[in-house]
């Protein structure tokens, strides 16, 4: 069965460094999404991605983090300045169609020290 | 808006004996609800998903969920529980309008021997 896969699985980095997050989704699927979740907490939405384009986003999705699909193939988060508080699991998805089941891949541990 | 709400954050219950974790959700739209589970430091496996049709939905490891649309539930259950079942288990909503998956804040599962 296809699934999404996704690299580094643990990232260890340093406060003001900029992170970039891998992700393969699946190939036929047209969306793509980064979720994240703080240790402790529940995952939380961060963007959705279309047509090479941000669909949506939320309020955690500042100036610092930016997407972009460089091939056919992945899907990646940057985070510009990493911050303490930016350590998380990190989570991307993807889906075929905006109405159909979202697909989620393992997850990348962001420890920012 | 869409929301999930599971209000027990742990559950206890000894080994063999039955479970129910709870799930409310609200969504204005129609929706595809969820049940993941997140063993100790790794990723999200998806347990069991509805998105049409029977509303009592069997999953993976024997749990099984039941769609409830007046009641606005999706309680997940197990008969009988083993050790392995020690997790923490999210339940999730997805409504194709907010182009996301909203994560509730997850139930500790913690079997005892």
């Known amino acids: 069965e296809p699934e999404v896969t996704q690299t580094p699985s643990h990232q260890v980095t340093q406060m003001g460094q900029e992170v970039i997050l891998r992700c393969v989704p699946i190939?036929?699927?047209?969306?793509f999404y980064w979720y994240r979740q703080i240790l402790g907490q529940k995952v939380e939405f961060l963007v959705s991605?279309?047509?090479?384009?941000?669909?949506?986003k939320s309020e955690i999705f500042d100036d610092q983090f930016s997407v972009e699909r460089p091939d056919g193939s992945n899907f990646t988060l940057k985070i510009r300045s990493t911050k303490l508080e930016d350590s998380a699991m990190y989570f991307c998805?993807?889906?075929?169609?905006?109405?159909?089941?979202?697909?989620f891949g393992p997850g990348t541990r962001l420890t920012v020290t | 808006a869409q929301s999930v709400t599971q209000l027990d954050s742990q559950v206890p219950v000894f080994e063999e004996a039955p479970v129910e974790l709870r799930c409310n959700y609200s969504?204005?739209?129609?929706?595809?609800l969820f049940w993941y589970v997140q063993y100790p430091n790794q990723g999200l496996q998806l347990l069991l998903k509805?998105?049409?049709?029977?509303?009592l939905v069997k999953g993976i490891n024997g749990f099984e969920a039941e769609f409830n649309k007046s009641q606005t539930s999706f309680h997940l259950r197990k008969p009988s529980v083993h050790i392995s079942d020690t997790a923490e288990y999210f339940c999730?909503?997805?409504?194709?309008?907010?182009?996301?998956?909203?994560f509730g804040t997850g139930t500790k599962l913690q079997v005892i021997p």
């Open positions: 969504s204005s739209v129609s929706v595809y």
């Open positions: 509805y998105l049409s049709g029977s509303t």
């Open positions: 999730a909503v997805f409504s194709g309008g907010y182009q996301k998956v909203t």
């Open positions: 991605f279309y047509n090479n384009e941000i669909s949506e």
């Open positions: 998805a993807s889906s075929a169609a905006v109405t159909y089941e979202q697909y």
């Open positions: 190939s036929n699927h047209l969306y």
